[in-house]
Nanobody, 126 residues
């Protein structure tokens, strides 16, 4: 059974940092693209970033470029999202999901499943 579990969220002041983790199980981890999504209250879920566990390539939506960094530790079957210079508008529940990146000029990611985990809450105070 494919399972992705998010953790690492919390409350932080604007300008602060957090590192999210996405622990994977149930599939061969070293040839997937794992993405981070987020959903703020009253808003649609949006793609944030993704990382290839095969070659480490990464993609980011414009609003987080230069502030967020996605990495993969294949030995631990875990993907991370390092979030620096956090802003109140980054407040959301963050989810991870496997899928396919197909963006050209803009960020686009198609998740493999429409089943989502619990996510992890990130709250940035001003």
């Amino acid at each position: 059974e494919v399972q992705l579990v998010e953790s690492g969220g919390g409350l932080v002041q604007a300008g602060g940092s957090l590192r999210l983790s996405c622990a994977a199980s149930g599939f061969t981890f070293d040839d997937y693209t794992i993405a981070w999504f987020r959903q703020a209250p009253g808003k649609e879920r949006e793609g944030v970033s993704c990382v290839s566990t095969r070659d480490g390539s990464t993609y980011y939506t414009d609003s987080v470029k230069g502030r967020f960094t996605a990495t993969s530790d294949n030995a631990k079957n875990t993907v991370y999202l390092q979030m620096n210079s956090l802003k109140p508008e980054d407040t959301a529940v963050y989810y991870c999901q496997s899928g396919t990146y197909y963006g050209v000029t803009n960020y686009h990611f198609r998740p493999d499943s429409d089943s989502w985990g619990q996510g992890t809450q990130v709250t940035v105070s001003s």
